[in-house]
């Protein structure tokens, strides 16, 4: 017994469980109601994990070879880190109650998207990308309001999160809603960085809406309406970011700074880990995100 714990692969298998375990425990309902890919993951590695454990009481009298060894602990240490990583910020109740249907607009949620379809469709199609390893479902109820005014809005379900998994959303779901005719691309964070590369691509896209975001890519040439909102206080896209990225965008790009507002304050999933400190309230700055989002869309 005590041979099986002389091997470091035992430990890096346990560590690799312990990751699972604890984005389970503390982020489960994000994973569960997040992408597919999520559950693939962190399955294989609780199994990976176990079979580590296994295998060290099956060897605990012939040890692999030390190299296989090494090559094993290292692996295994990797997929734990990884699995750690990945755990979703998750969406607080405030954004779940948002989630409901009701008459005015109907909530339809599946493991690739979240669609708000206002029961009266008079306005243009948004699709969003979250930021980076938030749960789709924080963006609730900052976006319901959009739907409520009778456009359609899509809340893209990032494989494990990463909004580059989901570089060909917009196209995508712009196709699945032929009724509209005119569709925006949004995103938070690293999704605005991956809607600004979507709406870049030929397709049909007509605008951008960014939220805490820049584009990685020139598009001051493009024949495209675009709005940049951003908080003062944001310590991950600081304003300084924000201004850097002006020559990027489309010179008649509407700027917008939303006086003491935070990175997280752009959904609904606490505290996020290098933001900066608020001067307003979440809901004080959330209404302002909404008004001035609305304001373009009715554009």
């Known amino acids: 017994m005590l041979a099986v714990f002389k091997k470091p692969y035992a430990y890096a298998g346990a ?89 005015r607009v109907e909530v339809h949620s599946t493991h690739t998207a979240i669609t708000m379809m206002p029961i009266t469709k008079d306005g243009v199609g948004l699709i969003f990308l979250p930021g980076a390893k938030v749960d789709a479902r924080a963006y609730g109820r900052i976006l319901r309001p959009l739907a409520e005014a009778g456009h359609i809005v899509v809340i893209v379900k990032e ?71 951003f908080g003062t206080n944001d310590g991950l896209t600081t304003p300084d970011r924000i201004a850097t990225s002006r020559s990027d965008l489309p010179p008649d790009t509407q700027f917008v700074a939303i006086d003491g507002a935070i990175h997280a304050y752009f959904g609904d999933y606490g505290a996020q880990s290098g933001d900066g400190t608020p001067s307003t309230s979440r809901e004080e700055a959330q209404a302002e995100i909404i008004s001035v989002t609305l304001s373009f869309l009715d554009r």
């Open 15 to 103: 560590a690799a469980v312990l990751a699972v375990g604890w984005a389970l425990a503390t982020g489960g309902a994000a994973i569960l109601h997040g992408h597919v890919t999520y559950w693939v993951v962190y399955g294989l590695g609780l199994a990976v994990g176990i079979a580590a454990i296994v295998l060290a009481f099956r060897w605990s009298r012939r040890p692999p070879r030390v190299a296989w060894s090494i090559a094993g602990t290292v692996s295994l240490l990797l997929v734990g880190g990884i699995l750690w990583w990945l755990r979703p910020y998750v969406a607080t109740s405030v954004a779940l109650d948002a989630l409901e249907s009701d008459a």
């Open 159 to 229: 494989p494990l999160g990463v909004a580059f998994l989901a570089s060909a959303a917009a196209p995508r779901w712009a196709a699945a809603h032929p009724e509209i005719e005119t569709w925006v691309v949004a995103g938070h964070s690293l999704g605005g960085v991956v809607a600004a590369q979507n709406a870049a691509e030929p397709n049909d896209i007509d605008g951008l809406v960014l939220w805490a975001s820049f584009p990685a890519n020139d598009l001051s040439a493009q024949s495209l309406s675009a709005i940049s909102v």
